[in-house]
């Protein structure tokens, strides 16, 4: 036993050594980088003077104890700590130590007290903030008009999730935007979100919120049940993790080779298929049919064969088709 406890003495009288080296190495990184700003305002100092309490105590217990292998070891990790404080006061920053070591200090310890709660705060913010503000964003404004009560609805979200975002900057890119374009915008945002892969539980409280939303003014849209109808299909899918079969394609059939090449340059949504009568091309499907008829439409408006189906037709005139 008594071996045993002189193995123990030398491994811990040289363990000052990993220690010392410890500090050194961990110096030596920050030593050539402590003039950086970006460096100066990582390091807290909070943290820092919170650690020298527990160290003091130890050391002291060590000293009365007369435990000096202890003793070297806290005031190694001590002095450590009194060099990231005058890292993080930024000391060494251009035109920081002018001002002085109290106002350096009061300095910092205000800026850590403004981000003291960035991190709790990530832990209550769902993945994808930034992007489900923007959907529930143009979700309000898909009708062309924001209601108060949705602007203070989706601003909650914001505060609260500590997102840098604004709504009338939105409402105004909005405004130069025809209808079909912002369905578009909206269900391609949403598809975005879900192959982020977020959690099921996630997406259908999104699913809740946007059901909120469009009727928080208790007046729903024509547009808002159009948009809904297609969102529900995409949220129920993901959420039950089963294909729905009740899909709808817009085909497209070009009428000449001009406007194989319109769809070729400018339409790269639509992918060709072989028909009968030749080529056809197809979107990717929808859940709903008023939300096809108006992709359809938008085809139709540049001059473009268009037709809603149920399933792929091999031949144009097969009589699935459904016209809008």
Known sequence: MELFQKVISILAFLSIGFSLTEVYLTVNQI????????????????????????????????????????????????????????????????????????????????????????????????????KIISILSQLAMIDEVIDPREKEFIQSFIDNWNINYSIDDDLIASQT??????????????????????PQKQVSELKDMLQTLINIDQEVSEQEKLIMGELDGLFSEYISQQPNPARYHVVVVPQNERQVQVIMTSLPELARYEVAEGVAYNSSPFYSKDYANVISEGYRSLNLF???????????????LEHG
């Not at 070591?101 to 991190?119: P, V, Y």
């Open 31 to 130: 030593w050539k980088r402590k003039h950086e700003r970006v460096v100066a305002e990582s390091i807290s100092v909070s943290a820092n003077l919170v650690s020298l309490i527990p160290g003091f105590i130890f050391s002291l217990n060590f000293l009365l104890q007369g435990e000096y292998i202890g003793l070297i070891d806290s005031t190694l990790f001590a002095g450590l700590a009194i060099f990231y404080i005058f890292v993080g006061m930024s000391l060494w920053v251009e035109g920081e130590r002018k001002k002085g070591l109290w106002t350096l200090i009061k300095q910092t310890l205000n800026f850590e007290r403004k981000e003291a709660g960035d991190l709790a705060k990530s832990f209550f913010k769902p993945s994808g903030a930034q």
């Open 177 to 198: 935007k025809n209808n079909s374009v912002s369905l578009i915008n909206l269900r391609k945002d949403v598809t975005d979100y879900l192959e982020t892969s977020p």
């Open 306 to 320: 268009s037709i809603v189906t149920f399933s792929l037709p091999n031949e144009i005139g097969s009589g699935v």
